[in-house]
Structure formats: C-alpha cells, structure tokens
C-alpha cells in the first residue's frame, strides 16, 4: 500500500517534469534568440529550429504553460504535500499515544505496580504478547486477570482514549483530500470500529468483543493472518 502510494506521487511527478521538459524545448525552439554557432550543424541545433510559422504564438503558449506548472508547484502542490506529512506524522504520533494509552489502562487493570518503563517496553508487540500471556497462577494469565479486574473506571478510560483517536481521524478525514478509494474506506473502517468498540459494554459479549480487539492492535493478531501481518492501522495512515 506505501510502495502504491509512492508510485503515485511519483507518477505524478513524471507528469509534470514531462510537460515542463516539453513545454521548455518549445519554448527554446520557438525563441527569436540565436542559437550558438557550435551547435549549428549538430542535432541539437537542427531539431530545435524554429518553426516555418506561428513561432511567436507556440512561444506565448510553452511559456504560459511553465508558469502555470510553475505556480502549480509552488501553491498548490508542495504546501499540500507538506501538509499530508504534517497530518500523517500527527496521525501516527495519536496511534501510537492512544496505543500507549490503552496499554497503560490495561497494565494498570492488574491492581498492582509496575516498572516505569514497563509501558514503553510493551508498546513492541512481541514483548506485549508475552508479558501478558504469563502466567500469574496455575489458572491465570495477566490478560485473564485484566479481563476479570476490569472495572468501570477502566472502561471511562478507555473511552477517554477512544474519543481522541476518532476525533484524530475525523480531523485528518476533514482536512486532506484521501486520494484512493480504498485508503478513504480503510480510515473510515477504523473510525467505525473505534465508535463501536468505544459503545461497548460490561456484558459478557460486549467485553469478549473489546478485549479482541485491544489484544489484534497491542499484539499483532489477526484471526486470517495470525501475528505475522503488519499493522492494519499504521499502514492506513501512512497511505494518506
């Protein structure tokens, strides 16, 4: 999807470099300037003779189209692009505070105390899947026992974190223009999903469906790929 995208913007970029390469060798063929004498009897000096008529016209026309890519450029597409950066690198500092946020609330679920740099050690999915698949007694792993102890001011929490991470995507959604069909549906996938994890419950279902979907984004699990595929979310955003 990133290497798409890439390709994209490059396609792009071809486009306009072959318009302005063209528009510039009719500008110079076309000009009432002279040409050097070296390049006279060269190729370079045959093919860019001026034409027989209407020299002064073609000229006008290359001319006004290089200024016209020119300010393209300069208005349009370097300020948009730099402000697709700007969103992008925002939207991916807010995933990852509200994956830092989550776990903080999960790891906190345990009623006990923990190392300070505990959470940042688990924001790597490896080492979040084995922490928490411990066992704390013969019955009992760490996520068995977040699940259980998980309580109503956890899940306020965890709305909390919610709320900001749609209110993130809306704001990226409302302010740039998603150029793929396919990426549009991926953000606005992720969007719907975290309004309808954030609606969940207490019951039983309710909270079997939640914890699913905090152990796929803090682990890397997905019940088609398993734990090799990469993150759905990350990849979306940056193929904004």
């Given at each position: 999807?990133?290497?798409d995208k890439t390709r994209r913007f490059f396609k792009i970029d ?215 595929h990469p993150d759905i979310i990350e990849e979306a955003i940056l193929?904004?």
């Amino acid at each position: 999807m990133i290497q798409d995208k890439t390709r994209r913007f490059f396609k792009i970029d071809v486009i306009l470099v072959i318009i302005a390469s063209i528009s510039a060798f009719f500008m110079v063929k076309a000009s009432d300037d002279y040409l050097p004498s070296s390049l006279n009897k060269t190729c370079i000096g045959r093919a860019i003779l001026q034409f027989e008529n209407g020299n002064q016209l073609i000229f006008n026309l290359a001319v006004g189209m290089l200024v016209g890519l020119f300010v393209y450029v300069l208005v349009s597409r370097l300020p948009e692009r730099q402000k697709r950066i700007r969103i992008r690198n925002h939207l991916l500092r807010q995933y990852e505070a509200f994956r830092y946020e989550t776990i903080r609330i999960l790891v906190s679920a345990q009623g006990a105390t923990y190392a300070g740099n505990l959470i940042e050690e688990l924001m790597d999915k490896k080492s979040f899947r084995q922490y928490f698949e411990t066992k704390v007694s013969e019955s009992e792993t760490r996520w068995s026992r977040v699940v259980n102890n998980f309580n109503d001011y956890c899940f306020r929490e965890l709305s909390v974190e919610f709320d900001i991470l749609i209110s993130e995507i809306l704001l990226a959604v409302h302010t740039i223009d998603i150029e793929t069909e396919k990426v549009f549906s991926q953000i606005n996938h992720i969007r719907h999903v975290s309004m309808y994890v954030k609606s969940l419950g207490q019951e039983y279902d309710d909270r079997k469906t939640l914890f699913r979907y905090l152990w796929s984004v803090n682990s890397g699990f997905s019940f088609e790929h398993g734990y090799a595929h990469p993150d759905i979310i990350e990849e979306a955003i940056l193929a904004i």
